[in-house]
């Protein structure tokens, strides 16, 4: 089955600096990779996805890169806000089938004032 | 955008006692829900998969006993905490797939069980 490596799974920024979070999956047949944001004691919520056939997309503040021949993907977050504190989750699927979603054990991001 | 309800968002309970949790998806119909569990500072923990009209898929080493899961419509599915203890306080998280094939999950707000 699939198998998602998140990293770090702490990190602690200044205001208006850049976050990077990477993630490495292990099944080729992934073609799907959303970004989750989870604040505490609430349900995570999708921030930004990628599919296999794209590089690189981008929401504002929010990017997320996929490589797939080193099946690693990441997401950045420029301009850091207190706000962006979260836990991050990165995941991996193969669409069709039963879908079932790969987390990677999160990213605790702080973001100082 | 598509909304998914979950119910209570959180329960206290004696030891012994069985507690259900609700998963509706709203304005969506849902052919795949997903359980989850969470503990603190952890990530989801994927408990089953659940198919409308069909038994739920467990994830090795979840007891299927000890976690009733019902799929009987395409917008509910239920996940029954049978004969709680202690050790099963958790944050426990559901979410659905649209049955058109869409890859995006989305997810319940949650239910934070304790058991006492």
């Known amino acids: 089955g699939e198998n998602v490596e998140q990293h770090p799974s702490t990190l602690s920024v200044q205001e208006g600096d850049s976050a990077v979070i990477k993630c490495t999956y292990s099944d080729s047949a992934s073609n799907y990779f959303p970004w989750y944001k989870q604040e505490l004691g609430k349900r995570p919520q999708l921030i930004i996805d990628?599919?296999?056939?794209?590089g690189e997309k981008k929401d504002q503040r929010i990017a997320v890169t996929l490589n797939k021949t080193a099946k690693h993907f990441s997401l950045h977050i420029t301009e850091t806000q207190p706000e962006d504190s979260a836990v991050y989750f990165c995941?991996?699927?193969?669409?069709?089938?039963?879908?079932?979603?790969?987390f990677g054990r999160g990213t605790s991001l702080i973001v100082h004032p | 955008g598509a909304v998914v309800s979950q119910h209570p968002s959180w329960v206290i309970c004696k030891s012994g006692t069985s507690v259900k949790i609700e998963c509706r998806s709203l304005?969506?119909?849902?052919?795949?829900m997903f359980w989850y569990r969470q503990f603190p500072k952890q990530s989801l923990m994927l408990m089953a998969t659940s198919n409308e009209g069909s038994k739920a898929t467990y994830e090795q080493g979840v007891e299927k006993d000890k976690f009733l899961i019902n799929h009987a419509s395409l917008t509910l599915s239920t996940l029954t905490v049978t004969s709680a203890h202690p050790e099963d306080s958790s944050f426990y998280i559901c979410?659905?797939?649209?049955?058109?094939?869409?890859?995006?999950?989305?997810f319940g707000q949650g239910t934070r069980l304790t058991v006492v």
């Open positions: 304005d969506f119909q849902a052919t795949t």
């Open positions: 990628i599919r296999s056939n794209v």
């Open positions: 995941a991996a699927t193969a669409s069709g089938g039963s879908y079932i979603p790969t």
């Open positions: 979410s659905a797939r649209d049955f058109r094939g869409l890859t995006e999950a989305f």
